[in-house]
Nanobody, 119 residues
Framework: QVQLVESGGGLAQPGGSLRLSCAASGSIFSIVTMGWYRQAPGKQRELVATITTGGRTNYADSVKGRFTISRDNAKNTVYLQMNNLKPEDAAVYLC?????????????WGQGTQVTVSS
């Protein structure tokens, strides 16, 4: 079994910061890719950032320069440091990982953590 546990969401003021984390546990041979998506009310789910175990990153244009994704491979954990938050960043943030187990790559999703940005 593989489980993802997300934490770090909450309330921040515009210009503030939050740090999200997502820890994967269970029967894992290796994590291929870790990433964050978000979904705001009335909008489709969108990619925020991804990172490979080798450290290659990809960001949505809307968060470049403000968000930083990182990982701790030893702990099977991915982080999202969010700086200079804007009201439009408010959404449910969902952790996504692609995990190698049983010689296959499968995607897993966390339950989501709410990020609210308001003054």
């Amino acid at each position: 079994q593989v489980q993802l546990v997300e934490s770090g969401g909450g309330l921040a003021q515009p210009g503030g910061s939050l740090r999200l984390s997502c820890a994967a546990s269970g029967s894992i041979f290796s994590i291929v890719t870790m990433g964050w998506y978000r979904q705001a009310p009335g909008k489709q789910r969108e990619l925020v950032a991804t990172i490979t175990t080798g450290g290659r990153t990809n960001y949505a244009d809307s968060v470049k320069g403000r968000f930083t994704i990182s990982r701790d491979n030893a702990k099977n954990t991915v982080y999202l440091q969010m700086n200079n938050l804007k009201p439009e960043d408010a959404a449910v943030y969902l952790c996504n990982t692609v995990i190698t187990t049983g010689n296959v790559n499968l995607p897993y999703w966390g339950q989501g953590t709410q990020v609210t940005v308001s003054s």
